[in-house]
């Protein structure tokens, strides 16, 4: 809910994305939840079962970790 998804980005089965943004051909993976305007460039792959609070990722990244607190990842 309230979120922008680009062209090619996909969500993932059970993921949960409010107040975000979400770059062309990123993926959301299963059961993740990605909230309070985390922005993610192009191709960010957000691995399964992960939160990201209010990350904001730069394109081309693999985020493999949950991200707890606002921060810019590079």
Do not use: C
């Not at 770059?23 to 922005?39: A, F, H, L, T, Y």
Request: charged share 20%; proline share 3%; net charge negative.
């Amino acid at each position: 809910s309230n979120t922008t998804v680009f062209r090619g980005a996909q969500v993932k089965d059970h993921a949960f994305v409010t107040g975000s943004i979400v770059g062309w051909d990123s993926i959301i993976g299963k059961w993740s939840r990605v909230e309070n305007m985390s922005v993610l460039g192009e191709d960010v792959v957000v691995k399964d079962e992960l939160h990201l609070n209010g990350a904001v990722v730069l394109p081309h990244k693999e985020i493999k970790a949950s991200v707890g607190s606002p921060q810019i990842i590079l």
